[in-house]
């Protein structure tokens, strides 16, 4: 399973990271983020031998004494993909995701998850000044602000500020739109922030690959969306009518049903 993790600023991503690594065995990659980068493209660089750096290592035990590992950061998403693979059998968290082309690489695979942080302006805001050890000043509030809009945007009225590698082309909120689940961070006590991580719980493999109920109640959804049914509803006087619409989907089971996806030829389930 590889879950990907985006969000603004402060919003409690290496968090997310560390409660999946200390608690679910995961190991955290992440992805270089240079000054004024843009999109990744396809474009690998072989003339880089160390293309990402990581050492040996042992499946990791999901118990409270496992560290994030800071150790395995890659240059592009090709590269972190590329690691994934040859690791097929480990659990991953990739942090660092910025643009639509990075999950564009990642979301044909099916062990795929893209998660997205959230937390109220001013609780990052509190976050921020503590990581960067500043006063709380109308300055700092500003400035802070002007990042979040860089980060999030790729826009922003005040530019002085300096960007600081988190500039992207199309901004993060662009990239938090196709996340498959939403995450709201709006706690600074850690412990209920791990709490509610434990209630929605995330390495649910329904997440990747739905069960055949979800399945087809899915499909039920998608039927519903070719609805149109109108009829004239006489209340409560004949005179007055309202006009209503229903959408009702339905998949009868009972009938061979033609569907398609890829999986080993040797084994059905």
Not at 121 to 128: A, P
Not at 134 to 141: A, I
Not at 188 to 213: A, C, Q, T, Y
Request: hydrophobic share 40%.
């Amino acid at each position: 399973m590889l879950i990907g993790i985006c969000g603004p600023l402060c919003s409690g991503k290496n968090t997310l990271a560390h409660y999946l690594v200390k608690f679910h065995g995961f190991i955290h990659l992440k992805l270089e983020r240079k000054p004024g980068h843009k999109p990744l493209t396809n474009n690998n660089n072989n003339n880089n031998n160390n293309s990402y750096t990581h050492q040996d290592h042992k499946t990791p035990t999901c118990t409270p004494t496992s560290t994030v590992s800071s150790n395995l950061i890659f240059h592009t998403a090709e590269d972190a993909l590329n690691y994934v693979m040859k690791n097929w059998t480990l659990n991953f968290v990739l942090t660092s995701i910025s643009t639509i082309a990075q999950v564009d690489i990642f979301r044909k695979r099916p062990f795929w998850l893209l998660l997205s942080v959230e937390a109220p302006l001013l609780v990052r805001y509190h976050r921020w000044c503590e990581k960067h050890s500043v006063d709380n000043s109308f300055d700092m509030l500003n400035t802070f602000i002007a990042q979040d809009d860089l980060n999030s945007f790729a826009y922003s009225v005040n530019h002085k500020v300096q960007t600081q590698g988190l500039v992207t082309s199309e901004g993060v909120k662009k990239v938090m739109c196709v996340a498959a689940l939403r995450i709201v961070n709006a706690s600074n006590n850690i412990k209920i922030f791990w709490k509610h991580l434990e209630g929605i719980d995330i390495v649910n493999k329904e997440r990747v690959r739905p069960s055949w109920d979800t399945y087809f109640m899915r499909l039920c959804d998608l039927a519903a969306t070719r609805s149109n049914c109108k009829f004239k509803s006489f209340f409560p006087l004949p005179s007055v009518y309202l006009l209503m619409v229903r959408t009702i989907g339905m998949i009868l089971l009972t009938i061979i049903f033609f569907h398609s996806f890829c999986g080993p030829y040797y084994y059905y389930y």
